[in-house]
C-alpha cells in the first residue's frame, strides 16, 4: 500500500470513529457513584456497603471500619441503565440509596452516622 493510501485510510477510520460518538453510535458510558459515609459519633463503627443493580448484579460489596470524625470514600462504577441501590449497614442501623443510572451518570451520596441516628442524602451531579 502507498504511504497517501495509507494516510487516507487512516484519516477516514478516525473521521468515522470520532463521528460516531459525537452523534451518540457508541456506546453508553457507565455510570458511577460517588458514596461518603460519615462518622460523626464518638466512637468507631464497622460498616458493610453493598451495591447492586435491579438486575441482581453486585457492583461492590465491601466492609470497613470508619474512625471518629472521619469519612471514608467509595467510588463504584456500575452499569449504563437501570436502578441501582447503595445499602450502608451498621451494627444496628442501616442507610439506603437508589438512582437510575439511565437518567444520572454520576450520583453522590452520603450516608452521616453517629451514635443515635443516621442521615442520608444523595444528588445527580450529572445527568444524563
Known amino acids: 500500500m502507498h504511504r497517501?493510501?495509507?494516510?487516507?485510510?487512516?484519516?477516514?477510520?478516525?473521521?468515522?470513529?470520532?463521528?460516531?460518538?459525537?452523534?451518540?453510535?457508541?456506546?453508553?458510558?457507565?455510570?458511577?457513584?460517588?458514596?461518603?459515609?460519615?462518622?460523626?459519633?464518638?466512637?468507631?463503627?464497622?460498616?458493610?456497603?453493598?451495591?447492586?443493580?435491579?438486575d441482581g448484579t453486585t457492583y461492590e460489596e465491601?466492609?470497613?471500619?470508619?474512625?471518629?470524625?472521619?469519612?471514608?470514600?467509595f467510588e463504584v462504577v456500575v452499569g449504563e441503565t437501570g436502578r441501582h441501590e447503595a445499602v450502608v449497614t451498621g451494627a444496628d442501623w442501616e442507610g439506603r440509596l437508589a438512582w437510575d443510572a439511565g437518567v444520572?451518570?454520576?450520583?453522590?451520596?452520603?450516608?452521616?452516622?453517629d451514635g443515635e441516628s443516621v442521615?442520608?442524602?444523595g444528588e445527580c451531579v450529572d445527568p444524563r
Open 4 to 54: 497517501r493510501e495509507l494516510l487516507t485510510a487512516t484519516v477516514a477510520t478516525a473521521t468515522a470513529v470520532g463521528a460516531a460518538g459525537c452523534l451518540g453510535l457508541g456506546g453508553t458510558d457507565p455510570g458511577r457513584l460517588d458514596l461518603t459515609v460519615r462518622n460523626d459519633g464518638d466512637d468507631p463503627v464497622d460498616v458493610d456497603v453493598v451495591v447492586e443493580g435491579d
Open 62 to 73: 465491601t466492609s470497613d471500619r470508619v474512625d471518629a470524625g472521619v469519612a471514608r470514600a
Open 104 to 113: 444520572c451518570a454520576l450520583y453522590d451520596g452520603t450516608v452521616a452516622v
Open 119 to 121: 442521615e442520608v442524602a
